[in-house]
């Protein structure tokens, strides 16, 4: 089978594959580069698309009949190696890591050191071999730097972990091939090389600006659904993931509660020290809410200085939250820069242990529980289930109305005791207590 494979191959011209591997190489490069000019912070389509330049040139000094000028065997190879050492370090960088110069040019530096010695001269499989195990080494590295990155679920990077598995895996093939059979090998391994490189190379092309789309589509949605000044959630963003929450815990039967927060006098520190003040005022208290919330908490900026958060836990459970934030906040509020701030926050929580039909009912009730702890004093919790206090004015009032009633008990006293006649009067004690019995004040 293997044998009629290779003669089938063997029809295939193996030096106009190899023409056509160069120009495919070269306009796959001039793409990647022309998409890097539209796009420049995309820095990696430059490193992938000199990448390939660099390879085409490279097949171009292979397949040469008769070049112009006389070069080093070894040099076609080299290139090879530094165009994979380059798309290896492009991948690094669109993850964000920082880039490996060295590692670039190592494989062509052990290639052209290790070809000087006399047994990897000329064609001999042991120089084969090196080419085959450099090139699988940078192929597995690229992969590698794709499988690190796994919890970011796109099609287009367990595609280009695969590709590139299966390049790694092809390169290793001919030395078993040429070991074990070296007729197969010889009639027709090349020509089934080259389509393979062709493949790979649009293959891996495409992948890349798959991963490049996929990336800039994760950036715009990441931006539609963050508040640009403290990166929490956005009011829309906000609302979807709490519908969301109460959905889940509303199929299983468990409660949700939903805090909202106001930052107290925030009108004040904006008049006093400035809008800028301001917003790092807001800044300070995101960066306290992400800190004192949970994995499982969904918390957002619902406009100025209102933020809200829905956690997947009773009222105790979100008051132990609130507490730790509100006294974190205070904390980290005292001063704000160079400006002695004193921040604080309200807040009010409303729980449900129903399914929740109704976000917008739920808000309600927190954010009455909220203008009660405003009117309580500030920088206090207030649940919905609490009873709400009395306000200053409510307990002058009634302090005023039962002094006016008991002064006027005692004066229709007064005028009761006045109107009767003297004969009436019992006869009085000396020590007085008959009067005081009969006329207490």
């Not at 080494?137 to 919890?151: D, L, S, V």
Request: aromatic fraction near 8%.
């Amino acid at each position: 089978m293997f044998a009629a494979a290779g003669q089938q191959s063997s029809s295939l011209d193996v030096p106009t594959l190899s023409f056509v591997a160069v120009c495919i190489a070269a306009l796959l490069g001039l793409f990647l580069i022309i998409a890097w000019l539209q796009q420049r912070d995309a820095r990696s389509l430059a490193w992938w698309g000199s990448a390939y330049l660099i390879g085409a040139s490279s097949m171009a000094l292979w397949s040469a009949p008769a070049p112009m000028v006389e070069l080093p065997p070894e040099l076609p190879a080299a290139l090879i190696f530094v165009a994979c050492g380059m798309i290896w370090n492009g991948v690094r960088l669109f993850h964000g890591r920082r880039l490996l110069p060295v590692a670039t040019f190592a494989g062509a530096i052990i290639w052209l050191i290790l070809c000087q010695l006399p047994p990897l001269s000329g064609g001999s499989i042991a120089r084969m071999a090196l080419g085959a195990v450099v090139v699988t080494g940078y192929t597995f590295f690229i992969a590698f730097e794709f499988w690190r990155e796994r919890r970011k679920t796109h099609y287009s990077r367990t595609a280009a972990i695969l590709v590139t598995g299966l390049h790694a895996g092809i390169f290793l093939m001919p030395l078993t091939l040429r070991a074990f059979l070296p007729e197969v090998f010889a009639a027709g391994w090349l020509t089934v090389f080259a389509l393979e490189t062709i493949i790979y190379s649009v293959g891996i092309a495409f992948i890349m600006l798959l991963l490049v789309k996929d990336h800039y589509v994760q950036v715009y949605r990441s931006a539609a659904s963050t508040d640009h000044l403290t990166g929490l959630l956005s009011r829309g963003a906000f609302m979807e993931c709490a519908i969301k929450l109460c959905a889940y815990q509303g199929q299983r039967g468990r409660p949700v509660t939903l805090m909202m927060f106001d930052l107290d006098h925030f009108k004040s520190v904006n008049d006093r020290f400035g809008h800028a003040v301001g917003d790092e005022v807001l800044r300070l208290f995101a960066q306290v809410a992400r800190s004192s919330m949970r994995a499982d908490d969904v918390v957002g900026r619902l406009g100025g200085e209102e933020f809200a958060a829905i956690v997947p836990a009773t009222t105790d459970i979100a008051v132990m939250i609130a507490e730790r934030l509100r006294a974190s906040f205070e904390a980290a509020g005292v001063t704000v820069g160079a400006h002695a701030i004193g921040a604080t926050v309200s807040i009010g929580a409303a729980m449900s242990d129903a399914p929740v039909t109704d976000i917008d009912a739920l808000i309600a009730r927190a954010d009455a529980a909220l203008y009660r702890a405003k009117h309580d004093g500030r920088n206090r919790i207030r649940t919905a289930d609490d009873k709400p206090a009395p306000t200053e004015g409510a307990r002058l009032i009634a302090a005023a109305r039962s002094g006016q009633a008991a002064k006027c008990g005692r004066l229709l006293q007064r005028k009761s005791a006045a109107r009767r006649p003297k004969s009436a009067a019992p006869a009085l004690r000396g020590d007085g207590a008959t009067s005081r019995l009969l006329y207490p004040r």
